[in-house]
């Protein structure tokens, strides 16, 4: 069992580009755009990877409308935070298949940006507890995880150098977001304004799911996330990854 007042490490720092592979648009905007803040404010390359466009999400509002409304939302929301690409693989949101499909499109786009860092989020069953994580959730992060390695091995996929994407295995790290066992946490304190109001870029999300006022949501949450980590962190408010080191 982890220690809950272990301190956390610093994440590493020497790199200079990382992707961020997620299933849904605000699913970094919950896990960890303030780091991704303080990321691009020190000049690193952030790229987002969405394998939906999140259009099964909002039950009042059609998948056919949904889908340009929250890709839209998630392009204003990444660059509040200083992300400027932001790539969707056009998997269907709420039945992501964990398989070689999703394996091969992220190996893919490992290969094309070439990370050293790749940041998912919680892969588990479960948040902790009883709270059970969705299967999209759940393939991405493992698909993830594995395509880190994929990237790097010409036999498998060889068909993605025949696209001109040749192996790249300059992956050192990947870092989950959202996990109950961290490991690493970067200082919330410079970017936490910022995921605010990257998160609140998702006003259409927002509005169904809280009778709250959105601004005052997103701020409530945020804040008492970094908050939740800062005990471990040097009393600083933070956001923490468990991170897989390669």
């Not at 998948?63 to 392009?75: F, G, H, K, N």
Request: with cysteine; aromatic share 8%.
């Amino acid at each position: 069992m982890t220690d809950s007042t272990e301190q956390l490490a610093p994440m590493p720092a020497d790199w200079r580009r990382a992707l961020a592979v997620v299933a849904h648009p605000d699913d970094l905007e919950y896990g960890c755009s303030a780091a991704v803040a303080a990321w691009t404010d020190e000049g690193r390359e952030v790229t987002y990877l969405l394998a939906t466009r999140g259009e099964a999400g909002i039950d009042t509002i059609d998948p056919v409308t949904a889908a340009p409304l929250r890709e839209r939302e998630q392009r204003a929301s990444a660059a509040v935070v200083g992300v400027s690409e932001v790539v969707f693989l056009d998997h269907k949101d709420g039945v992501i298949e964990e398989g070689l499909a999703l394996r091969r499109d992220i190996t893919a786009a490992i290969r094309r940006y070439r990370p050293e860092l790749v940041i998912t989020l919680n892969h588990r069953d479960t948040w902790g507890g009883t709270a059970w994580n969705t299967p999209d959730h759940r393939a991405v992060g493992r698909a993830t995880l594995d395509a880190a390695g994929d990237a790097g091995n010409r036999w498998i996929f060889p068909e993605l150098a025949e696209r001109g994407l040749q192996p790249w295995d300059g992956v050192r790290w990947v870092a989950v977001a959202g996990s109950t066992t961290p490991t690493h946490a970067v200082d919330a304190t410079a970017g936490l304004e910022r995921s605010v109001q990257s998160l609140l870029e998702h006003r259409s999300y927002i509005e169904v799911l809280t009778d709250q006022d959105p601004e005052a949501y997103c701020r409530t949450f945020l804040t008492a996330n970094a908050q939740g980590v800062a005990a471990r962190f040097g009393g600083r408010p933070a956001v923490s990854f468990e991170v897989f080191g390669r």
